[in-house]
């Protein structure tokens, strides 16, 4: 019964559709691997400390200053220069939860959703959120509601987000919350 599934990773731009098992994606944007070269010396040159760390994920690259002695100070200490160093090479900087993360523009999960519904010629939409990044989702949502689609829109509990527990329908213990609603729902369709 899930052979209409499908997975839309970072923001969008990739897609894996469970009826053929296949990824799809452009081209990486070359300015992710010029800021991978670059950010050791600014994150340096910031005064980076102890506790920041770099995540890989392909197509961006995420800072995160969650374990820092002072996490937030940390975050607005690096904003300033990773915005620079995105800028230089057509990224953009997505703020999240103590997370600064450089990627290619054009795409959000608001782009991202709205084109999948319209695809897909969705009834009714459920998104679940935990981050700044759902935002776009949310207004889309929100959006696809305006014209009659019915949309659910669910938080996965933070008290560090409360932007999305304030626009939510519905706030669930994060992702264990989340796997509960679904499970619910389904068990109430199936």
Do not use: C, N
């Amino acid at each position: 019964g899930l052979e209409r599934l499908a997975v839309l990773g970072h923001y969008g731009a990739e897609r894996w559709d469970a009826r053929t098992g296949t990824v799809s994606a452009p081209a990486p944007h070359p300015g992710v691997a010029a800021v991978r070269a670059e950010l050791p010396a600014v994150l340096e040159a910031a005064g980076a400390g102890p506790g920041i760390w770099v995540e890989e994920k392909g197509r961006a690259v995420a800072v995160h200053t969650r374990r820092a002695e002072d996490p937030q100070a940390a975050f607005e200490a690096l904003r300033r220069p990773l915005a620079e160093l995105a800028a230089r090479h057509g990224l953009i900087v997505e703020p999240g939860r103590m997370v600064l993360e450089l990627r290619p523009p054009g795409m959000d999960k608001g782009v991202a959703l709205t084109e999948y519904v319209r695809e897909t010629g969705a009834e009714a939409v459920l998104y679940a959120g935990d981050d700044l990044g759902d935002l776009p989702a949310f207004a889309a949502v929100e959006k696809l509601r305006s014209d009659g689609l019915p949309g659910l829109l669910v938080a996965s509990g933070s008290a560090e987000v409360t932007e999305l527990s304030a626009r939510a329908d519905l706030v669930v213990d994060g992702p264990a919350g989340v796997v509960g609603l679904l499970r619910a729902l389904s068990g109430r369709l199936g």
